[in-house]
């Protein structure tokens, strides 16, 4: 372990300090020698909510497992900047490349710059964070949006989501972001990101309908291409579909299945739209996945409240929590990363006969 002075402060009345300190600790353990963080002991581990732990554990005073977690997705990246979408210990799981999944290394590496000022570490991951959105940008179509993957014969999907395109537009905004203090100007991947914000800000018919998902809801906030009334808008309108009040956000509008990591990003949603008093009601839901080792149980099926997957509890989960409360906190120097302050202003570039501009 490798604690630095960092510490986190607490969200009052939700959660304290100490009980962060023990869920990033509980977090730590679950890291294997490689680096890898799975998503429990013996589980797999895909690499985008590999880096939201990562995340989680620099901003805790993990920050050499933190390195360890990025060397690890430096060390098994793939000839073309990929990665596959699941693997368990050194195993593949499940080959196909996913885009969105390809770009979120972007978003943890200029997190951990933030909070460490670590130059040397960052300009040592460059090359794996530029293969990565080199990747990516392969794949984007003509209308700005970007193909969601590549099946496990190297056959790109024909469609974009939204979820996976309103996350990839963060983590290019990331990786711009980084190579300006890197000294590696990258204006072709602000031009994507510009015809990426602009998609899914204005034109949710362009992604494949998963409406029920409460991903596809926030996500567009969460990803910083929505703000604002329009994005006030998009909460209220889609709140009684994806909130249980009390009980936290539904993964899946059609189920009453509640997942602490969906509530956690909606409550960096509303963070992000200045909705400070919605977000802190909506983060104590959290609470009821809590366990008493720190841990917190993935998601609580009602109305029977039993835990769904029966007894799991994942790494993304524990780290979705400590990311919630940063921001809430205002703790690290990453804090303001989901309410993009410590990002530069997008641009907004409609394609060519846009009627919206």
Not at 74 to 91: C, E, I, P, R, T
Not at 115 to 143: H, K, N, S, Y
Request: proline share 4%; aromatic share 10%.
């Amino acid at each position: 372990m490798s604690l630095t002075s960092q510490h986190m402060s607490g969200v009052p009345g939700i959660l304290t300090s100490d009980q962060i300190a023990q869920t990033a600790k509980q977090l730590s353990t679950l890291q294997v020698t490689s680096g890898q963080i799975p998503w429990f002991p013996g589980g797999h581990c895909d690499p985008w909510n590999h880096v939201e732990a990562a995340m989680a554990l620099t901003i805790t005073g993990y920050q050499q497992e933190a390195r360890a977690a990025y060397k690890w997705l430096a060390d098994m990246q793939l000839k073309d900047g990929s990665w596959f979408n699941y693997y368990v210990g050194a195993h593949v799981k499940d080959s196909r490349l996913d885009t969105n999944v390809c770009a979120y290394i972007a978003a943890g590496v200029y997190h951990y710059l933030l909070v460490t000022e670590d130059v040397d570490f960052c300009a040592e991951m460059w090359p794996t964070v530029e293969a990565a959105i080199d990747f990516v940008l392969r794949w984007q179509l003509g209308d700005g949006t970007i193909r969601w993957s590549l099946d496990s014969l190297g056959r790109p999907e024909t469609y974009a989501l939204l979820t996976g395109s309103s996350s990839i537009f963060h983590s290019l905004r990331c990786a711009v972001a980084l190579g300006e203090r890197l000294g590696h100007a990258k204006p072709a991947w602000e031009l994507a990101a510009g015809r990426l914000g602009h998609v899914v800000a204005h034109h949710p018919g362009a992604f494949a309908p998963k409406n029920e998902f409460a991903m596809d809801w926030y996500y567009p906030i969460f990803s910083g291409a929505l703000h604002g009334a329009a994005g006030e808008k998009r909460i209220k309108d889609g709140w009684e579909r994806h909130v249980m009040d009390d009980f936290g956000v539904r993964c899946v509008s059609t189920n009453d299945w509640v997942t602490a990591a969906e509530t956690a990003e909606c409550v960096l949603s509303l963070d992000a739209l200045g909705l400070t008093t919605q977000a802190l009601d909506l983060f104590s839901c959290t609470t009821r996945h809590r366990r008493e080792d720190g841990a917190y149980w993935t998601g609580i099926a009602y109305p029977d409240a039993v835990t769904f997957p029966h007894a799991e509890t994942s790494s993304y989960t524990s780290a979705a929590i400590i990311l919630a409360a940063d921001a809430l906190s205002s703790s690290s120097p990453a804090a303001g990363l989901f309410r993009h302050e410590v990002l530069g202003e997008p641009l907004d570039l409609p394609e060519p006969g846009c009627r919206i501009n």
